[in-house]
C-alpha cells in the first residue's frame, strides 16, 4: 500500500509538474496559434491525445467555430468552420458549462454531421471541456485520441485545471485583438476625418478612404453610387477593383431594383448580403458581380440631415465576410463620407462653373477682340427699319429666330441686336459659324465631349451649348450642319438637354437659339438635304435682311460711317468724300453687300493721303461693269420668262394650270420672285 500511495502520489506530482509547466507556456505566449501549438507539444507528456483543438463561440453568429486545430501525427486538418451550437459537442459543452467524454465516437449518434468527420481522421474518442473565464464563456478545449475509451472521469480535474488556464490566456489575447481592433477602426474614423477635411477632389477623397477602411474591413471591391434624382437611379461613379476582371469597370447608371444599394437607399440602413441574396437580382450589375466571384457585401447609405445622396459599397469574394462590428464602422464611415461627398459634389460644381466662366470670359474677349466690327446698325431704309421692327417684337419672347439674307448683309449683327433687346442680355451670346468647321468637329464643337470620347480628346471640353446657358446661341450657315447632326439639335431645341460626344450624363441647358443661312431651306428640304422637322423649328419667326441693293439709300451713311471709323483707327484726317464718288457707289450692286463695301472703304481709307477719301474707282469700274451686266442680264431674262409665263396664263399664278406649275416652282416661290423682280399685273 505504502508504494501505491507513493507511485500514485508521483503521478500526481508529475502532472502538476507538467501543470506548472503548462502555465508558464501559456504565460510566454500572446498569440493563440502558438499557444496551441506549444501545448500539442507539452501535454501528451502527460495526457493521451493526439489532436488539440480550441473552438470559440461567436456571439453574432450564435455558432461555435473551430479556431484552431493542432496534429501531433501526420493529418489534413484545417479549423475556421462554423457550426450550429448543437450541431457540435464543443457546442453543446459551450452551453452546458459541463465537459463532455466520448469514448467511441462510433457509438454516438447525437452529432451526425461532425462526428463522422472526425471519424474520416482517425478520431475514436473525444474529450471537451469548457473554456471560461470568471467574465465570460468563451467556448471549449477539445482533446482527441485515435484510441477508444482513451479519457477517464479521472482524468477531467488535470484537463478542467488545464482549460482554466487557457482561458485566462485566451481571453486575455482575444482581449488584446479586440483592443487593437478598436485602435485601427478608431484611427480608420481619423483618417477619414482627416480626408474629410482635407480632400475636396472626389476620386482623391475616395482612394484615401478605400486605403483605410481596408486596414480594417478586409475587403476586394469597393464603388460608390450616386443616386441621379432625373433619371431616378444610381450612377457609379467610382469603383475599386484592383483583383477584378474588368467586367465591372467604367461609369454607368443602374437601377434602383437592380442591387442591394436600391434597399439599403430607401431603407436607409445598411444592408449586408450574401451570393444568395444578389442571386435574386436579375441584372447586368449583379450578374457581374457575381462572375467577378463576389459572395457578400455590405451596402451604406450616404445619409445627409435632409436627402441621401447615394451609397457606399463593399464587397468580398469570401462568405459572410462582414461582421456586425464591420457594418457598424462601415455605417460610421458613411456618415463621414456622406459629408465629404457633399462638400466634394459643391467643390466640383464650383469647379466647373469657374472652369466655364474662365471659358466664356475668354470666349467673349476672343470675341470683342475679333468681332467688333459693327458698333450699331446702320440705315434709314424702308427695308431695314421693317427688319428693326419684327426685332422690337421678337426680342422679348424666348422664340427661335431664322435670319435669312444673302452673304454679308450683316445677320450677325441682327442676331447680336435681337441678344442686347432680349431679357438675356446680361448673359453670354456666343456664336459659331457651322460652315467654318470640320464635319467632324462640329459635334464637339457644339456639345463638348468627354476625355477619351475619340483620339485626340486628351481632356474633357464645354461645348457652346453649355456655354450658352441662360444666354443666346447663334448658329451660322445652319444650313451647313450635317444631317447625322441635325436630330442632336433638334432634341436641343425641343427638350433643352443633350449628352457630351463619348458621355452617359443628360445635361440641361436653357438657351435661346438664333440660326442664319444664305440658303434656301425649304429647297434644301425637298431635295431631302435638311430635315423637315429642323426646319420648321427652326422657322419659327423668320427675319429676311434684304440685301444692300434693295437699301441704295442706306449706301451714302454707310460710306461716310465706315470711312470715319477707319479713318479714326488709322489716325487720318479724312473730312470729305467726293459727290462723283458717292454716286458711283450707291450705283454698284454690291454682290458682297455690306461686308463688300465695308472691305472697299476699308482699303480707300488706307490709299487716302489727304482729307478726301480716295476710292480706287479703277478697280471697281471692271466690276461695276460685270455686275451690271450681269444683274441686268440674268434678271432681265428672269422677268422676261416670266413675265411670258403669266400673259400664256392670264394671270393666273396658283393651281394645276398656273404659273407656278408651269414654271416647275411653289406658288409662295413665284410671287417673292415677282415682287423682286417689280412684277405686278396691269390694271
Not at 489532436?51 to 463561440?57: S, V
Not at 484611427?187 to 480594417?216: C, I, P, W, Y
Not at 443633350?498 to 435661346?512: K, Q, Y
Amino acid at each position: 500500500m505504502d508504494k501505491l500511495a507513493q507511485s500514485v502520489l508521483g503521478d500526481q506530482s508529475s502532472r502538476y509538474q507538467s501543470l506548472l509547466e503548462v502555465s508558464e507556456a501559456i504565460a510566454a505566449h500572446r498569440n493563440l496559434t502558438n499557444l496551441i501549438q506549444d501545448l500539442a507539444q507539452r501535454l501528451p507528456r502527460i495526457v493521451p491525445l493526439n489532436f488539440i483543438g480550441l473552438a470559440l463561440h461567436r456571439p453574432e453568429q450564435n455558432t461555435i467555430q473551430d479556431y484552431i486545430i493542432q496534429a501531433n501525427i501526420p493529418a489534413d486538418i484545417q479549423g475556421g468552420k462554423e457550426w450550429a451550437l448543437d450541431a457540435h459537442p464543443s457546442g453543446w459543452v459551450w452551453q452546458a458549462q459541463q465537459p463532455l467524454i466520448i469514448s467511441d465516437l462510433t457509438q454516438d449518434s447525437r452529432f451526425p454531421t461532425v462526428l463522422p468527420l472526425m471519424l474520416e481522421d482517425g478520431v475514436q474518442s473525444l474529450c471537451t471541456v469548457p473554456l471560461t473565464t470568471a467574465l465570460r464563456r468563451l467556448g471549449s478545449l477539445d482533446f482527441a485520441s485515435v484510441e477508444k475509451d482513451t479519457y477517464k472521469e479521472s482524468e477531467l480535474t488535470f484537463l478542467l485545471q488545464v482549460a482554466r488556464q487557457v482561458a485566462v490566456a485566451v481571453d486575455n489575447v482575444l482581449h488584446q485583438e479586440e483592443l487593437s481592433r478598436e485602435r485601427d477602426r478608431l484611427q480608420v474614423l481619423l483618417d477619414v476625418n482627416n480626408a474629410v477635411v482635407s480632400k475636396l477632389e472626389l476620386g482623391a477623397l475616395f482612394t484615401t478612404m478605400v486605403a483605410a477602411m481596408r486596414r480594417v474591413v478586409p475587403h476586394e471591391v469597393t464603388s460608390l453610387y450616386l443616386y441621379n434624382p432625373g433619371a431616378k437611379n444610381f450612377h457609379r461613379h467610382v469603383l475599386d477593383f484592383p483583383s477584378g476582371k474588368g467586367l465591372l469597370g467604367g461609369r454607368h447608371s443602374i437601377a434602383l431594383d437592380d442591387t442591394p444599394a436600391g434597399e439599403a437607399f430607401r431603407s436607409r440602413k445598411t444592408v449586408c448580403w450574401q451570393k444568395a441574396d444578389l442571386q435574386q437580382f436579375h441584372s447586368d450589375t449583379a450578374g457581374q458581380l457575381i462572375e467577378e466571384g463576389v459572395k457578400s457585401g455590405c451596402c451604406v447609405p450616404l445619409m445627409l440631415p435632409d436627402l441621401v445622396l447615394g451609397t457606399l459599397n463593399v464587397g468580398s469574394t469570401r462568405p459572410s465576410a462582414f461582421s456586425g462590428a464591420d457594418a457598424d464602422l462601415l455605417t460610421q464611415v458613411g456618415g463621414q463620407m456622406a459629408i465629404a461627398l457633399d462638400n466634394a459634389l459643391a467643390y466640383q460644381e464650383i469647379t466647373e462653373l469657374k472652369e466655364k466662366l474662365e471659358k466664356e470670359n475668354l470666349y467673349l474677349r476672343e470675341e470683342i477682340r475679333t468681332e467688333a466690327n459693327f458698333e450699331d446698325i446702320v440705315g434709314e431704309s424702308r427695308g431695314l427699319k421693317h427688319v428693326l421692327q419684327q426685332l422690337e417684337i421678337v426680342a422679348p419672347t424666348d422664340s427661335t429666330v431664322l435670319v435669312l439674307g444673302e452673304t454679308g448683309t450683316g445677320k450677325e449683327l441682327i442676331a447680336r441686336a435681337l441678344h442686347q433687346l432680349s431679357t438675356r442680355n446680361d448673359r453670354a451670346f456666343v456664336k459659331i459659324n457651322c460652315a467654318a468647321i470640320p464635319t467632324g468637329l462640329l459635334e464637339s464643337e457644339l456639345f463638348g465631349h468627354e476625355k477619351g470620347a475619340f483620339t485626340g480628346a486628351i481632356s474633357q471640353k464645354v461645348g457652346r451649348f453649355e456655354l450658352a446657358h441662360r444666354g443666346t446661341i447663334f448658329l451660322d450657315e445652319i444650313g451647313e450642319v450635317p444631317l447625322e447632326l441635325q436630330s442632336k439639335m433638334l432634341r436641343v431645341l425641343q427638350e433643352q438637354e443633350f449628352e457630351r460626344l463619348g458621355g452617359t450624363r443628360t445635361i440641361r441647358v436653357d438657351v435661346r437659339l438664333v440660326a442664319a443661312t444664305n440658303r434656301d431651306l425649304m429647297q434644301m428640304v425637298e431635295a431631302a438635304e435638311f430635315r423637315s422637322d429642323l426646319y420648321y423649328r427652326l422657322n419659327v419667326f423668320p427675319i429676311t435682311v434684304p440685301p444692300l441693293r434693295e437699301r441704295q439709300e442706306d449706301i451714302p451713311i454707310l460710306v461716310r460711317y465706315f470711312a470715319q471709323r477707319y479713318a479714326t483707327r488709322m489716325k487720318k484726317p479724312i473730312e470729305t468724300i467726293p459727290s462723283k464718288t458717292m454716286e458711283r457707289l450707291a450705283g454698284y450692286p454690291w454682290p458682297g453687300n455690306i461686308r463688300e463695301l465695308e472691305n472697299l472703304i476699308e482699303r480707300a481709307v488706307i490709299l487716302s493721303q489727304g482729307s478726301e477719301l480716295a476710292v480706287p474707282l479703277l478697280d471697281l469700274k471692271a466690276d461695276l461693269q460685270r455686275g451690271t451686266q450681269s444683274m441686268a442680264t440674268l434678271e432681265g431674262a428672269e422677268r422676261d420668262h416670266i413675265l411670258r409665263a403669266l400673259q400664256d396664263t392670264k394671270w393666273v399664278i396658283g393651281g394645276a394650270a398656273g404659273t407656278a406649275a408651269r414654271l416647275g416652282m411653289k406658288r409662295t416661290t413665284l410671287i417673292s420672285k415677282m415682287k423682286k423682280l417689280g412684277i405686278s399685273r396691269p390694271t
